[in-house]
């Protein structure tokens, strides 16, 4: 019988483009050999539904503004990005990339809709981590760290003025080591327009500042903000390194004139004192906090006591709170006692999580 054969044709390189340090910008941009020079470039030439695949090297660009919709950026190899991002167009993918953005207050800013940020190494900026607009954006698995040492900064991994919607924040991690100025998990206030539903799952806070270490998620009514609601931060680790009691976190999760909160199955270490309960609200209506594990090491009881179904004041049994590793051993007591329903499917590396779920950013498996 004979065979009819087909010329092999890969469909990858017509979607393909390529950025390197050697590049430059009038070439084609088809292969290594023609990359373009930046990623400016790139961003505003690039057909929609292409790949970039930008090769190792720094990229010293300042902003650097996406406004175009449907374009995938990928790192290969150590690929590093020493500017902001601007984020306006939609639907965008920017991942595995090292960012710095050592002369601007933060290091990416999101104002359009649906982009996924994925797997990105995020540090030294004048302030801030994320800014974040738009609706539909993804923030997944980063490492946010060492933002900065500016005692004046009022810093977060990230923040929003408003609007923002349908938000997901999920399996990053977030370690600030600083202990000095004022450093937050995050700031969500409303003057520039409604913030509703918002999900905050699976991460991993590391915290040393003594006080600020919470997530601060406030509408001022008295100056007119716009409602903020719907907010979730389920199964996420929260830990705080002090290691005496004057030096730990105060509340963790401080709310104020929001609407729809939920907050369970999550690991929370060295938070709260005689003055501080672990979750801290005026004027909260339709708040469902439970199911989480709060313990300290040593020091008073977290004020308030605990939620019906908290795992309270007992050592959470993580694989090793020093060495920073949250999996939880065999005999935790966060074991399967979560609450069900909450949509945090897989846990922080990725793992399913079984129809009894455990607290913390981990599933024990
Ligand atoms: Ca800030
Ligand atoms: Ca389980």
Not at 63 to 70: A, G, K, M, V
Not at 169 to 186: A, H, K, M
Not at 213 to 220: E, K, L, P, V
Request: proline share 5%; net charge negative.
């Amino acid at each position: 019988m004979r065979t009819h054969i087909k010329r092999y044709i890969d469909p990858v390189p017509k979607y393909r483009y390529f950025v390197a340090p050697s590049g430059n910008n009038s070439n084609d941009g088809r292969s290594p050999r023609e990359a373009w020079l930046t990623m400016q470039y790139a961003a505003d030439t690039m057909p929609a539904n292409c790949n970039a695949v930008v090769l190792p090297g720094t990229y010293a660009e300042t902003p650097i503004t996406f406004s175009h919709d449907n374009q995938r950026f990928f790192a290969q190899g150590p690929a590093s990005i020493t500017g902001r991002l601007n984020i306006s167009g939609d639907y965008n993918i920017l991942n595995g990339f090292k960012i710095t953005a050592p002369a601007d207050y933060v290091a990416i800013q999101t104002t359009g809709d649906g982009n996924l940020i994925e797997n990105n190494d995020i540090s030294n900026t004048l302030e801030d981590g994320f800014n974040l607009f738009g609706s539909n954006n993804i923030i997944r698995r980063n490492y946010i760290h060492d933002l900065t040492t500016d005692v004046d900064a009022h810093s977060d991994f990230f923040y929003t003025s408003g609007p923002l919607s349908n938000f997901i924040f999920e399996r990053n991690l977030c370690v600030s080591l600083e202990t000095t100025g004022i450093r937050q998990i995050c700031m969500i206030e409303s003057p520039g327009g409604v913030v509703d539903s918002l999900t905050i799952r699976n991460n991993i806070f590391v915290m040393a500042i003594p006080g600020d270490s919470r997530m601060s998620i406030h509408r001022h009514v008295e100056t007119g903000e716009q409602v903020i609601s719907n907010i979730t931060i389920v199964n996420n680790t929260f830990y705080h390194v002090a290691a005496v009691w004057q030096d730990m976190g105060r509340e963790c999760v401080w709310v104020g004139d929001i609407t729809t909160l939920v907050a369970k199955n999550n690991l929370i270490v060295n938070y709260g004192d005689s003055t501080h309960g672990y979750y801290l609200s005026h004027g909260t209506t339709s708040a469902d906090v439970d199911y989480n594990c709060v313990y300290k090491i040593t020091g008073s009881d977290p004020m308030g006591g605990p939620f019906a179904h908290d795992v309270w004041m007992i050592d959470p049994e993580v694989v090793s709170l020093a060495s920073r590793d949250f999996h939880l051993q065999t005999t935790s007591p966060c074991k399967n006692v979560g609450a069900t329903g909450l949509g945090a499917l897989a846990d922080y590396d990725g793992v399913v999580r079984d129809a009894t779920p455990d607290i913390g950013a981990y599933e024990f498996v």
